[in-house]
């Protein structure tokens, strides 16, 4: 599995920035593209998304036609890339093709090109779907949709860089799951070099959960489709692989079956705000902003103030702390343990991160059950739940023994 994402209309150009966990920037500047390599495993790839848009990319031509690039010419080869016109000549086409040359060739291999000014350009490769477009066509129906899949899976339209875990049969990527990215985003797949192109995406178990900006799941338009329909899981139309991602999914529920598939995992991000708000009372976490230790957590309908804002910041796999993004003091559930066990009902309180199992809590997805929702579990205690005593503004929120009931329930949405 690896990571990334994409926008809406058919238009790709592409943003790429540093991000903390070491992802350089491609920026369309004179000189070498820095993006780093990705750290992967044995079994899938974890990687950063940042394209915005893919440049050249529209309803009626696809990437392989008026915007300099040929696929029947190998990258590297005299003819692979136009530089008087298309991608080369502006800073949003050499960043499409930073990335283009990122999911194509596998790490240590470069390939360069000038722009209309004489100025040159190299682009490193990172991830190797499609190792033979070094030196050869990227003609096959293998070659172009193993591009596209990849390409469509690090889209990401606000530009923002997440890291995401991709998983699949391709060259470089493989089958593989990771702890540290637990929500099953979608699957990508495609071919944007046909005209007119075929961009697709359809949702995965859990996209509705560790949303991030510019992914599905956020409220942001997306460059391509979900063929399945609005909110539409990929089961319906995707073969999957066991417990895994997808190996083929369809075009539409009967037609065309793409067998190039990158299906992407996610984890929260810890630079992401979040709002918590119950299905019952609509109300949402809010611990204020006195930055006052022991001061209350209270609900309060959403309002977008400072106290109602949090970054959930990974302590564990699966187990978080989740921490107001103003005055930086965690949720506590300020229970007592009797015999490692909760007793009572724990109010929520904010305080000092200390590590403290009242401070560290696990957010479970309640799945097909009931999509979008999260149980918020104390001390990883699964019997547990965060809970809405009522429908009141500034009524104080307790943890107690979970039953089922919506107003233990919890969605968890980026800002």
Not at 7 to 13: A, E, P
Not at 39 to 58: F, H, P, Q, R, V
Not at 327 to 334: E, K, P, R, S, Y
Request: net charge neutral.
């Amino acid at each position: 599995m690896r990571a990334q994402t994409l926008t809406s209309r058919l238009l790709i150009t592409a943003s790429a920035a540093l991000l903390a966990a070491g992802c350089g920037a491609t920026d369309g500047s004179r000189g070498v593209s820095s993006e780093a390599a990705a750290t992967g495993s044995t079994n899938g790839l974890n990687s950063i998304n940042g394209l915005n848009s893919i440049n050249g990319l529209n309803s009626i031509n696809g990437l392989n036609s008026i915007n300099g690039l040929n696929s029947i010419n190998g990258l590297a080869s005299v003819n692979g890339l136009n530089s008087i016109n298309g991608l080369m000549t502006t800073a949003a086409g050499r960043l499409t093709m930073s990335y283009l040359v990122r999911c194509a060739l596998p790490a240590g291999h470069t390939v360069s090109w000038k722009d209309q000014d004489g100025v040159a350009y190299s682009f490193a490769g990172q991830i190797g779907v499609a190792p033979e477009w070094e030196k050869a066509p990227c003609s096959t129906t293998s070659c172009q949709e193993n591009v596209s899949a990849c390409m469509l899976a690090h889209v990401n339209s606000t530009g923002t860089h997440i890291p995401l875990w991709l998983d699949g049969d391709l060259p470089g990527i493989q089958w593989g799951s990771s702890a540290d990215y637990p929500y099953q985003e979608g699957a990508f797949f495609g071919n944007i070099f046909s005209s007119p192109p075929k961009a697709f995406f359809c949702d995965g178990n859990d996209f509705q959960h560790g949303t991030v900006p510019g992914r599905l799941g956020s409220a942001t338009s997306s460059i391509y489709s979900n063929p399945y329909g609005s909110n539409v899981l990929c089961s319906v139309g995707c073969q999957s692989h066991g417990a895994d991602g997808y190996t083929s999914c369809k075009d539409q529920l009967s037609t065309k079956v793409y067998s190039h598939v990158v299906t992407v995992y996610r984890d929260y991000v810890p630079a992401v705000r979040y709002k918590l708000c119950n299905k019952l009372s609509g109300k949402c976490l809010d611990s204020g902003t006195s930055g006052s230790s022991g001061t209350p957590v209270v609900q309060r309908s959403f309002s977008g103030s400072p106290g109602q804002m949090f970054n959930i910041i990974k302590v564990a796999p699966g187990v978080y702390k989740i921490v107001n993004a103003t005055t930086g003091l965690a949720v506590d559930g300020n229970g007592s343990l009797v015999n490692n066990q909760w007793s009572g009902s724990a109010r929520l309180v904010q305080g000092p991160y200390s590590g403290a199992s009242t401070q560290k809590w696990t957010i479970k997805s309640l799945g097909n059950t009931d999509p979008g929702m999260n149980q918020l579990v104390p001390g990883n205690y699964g019997n547990w739940g965060i809970t809405s005593p009522d429908g009141n503004d500034g009524s104080s929120v307790r943890s107690i023994p979970y039953n089922y009931n919506d107003f233990q329930k919890w969605t968890v949405s980026s800002l």
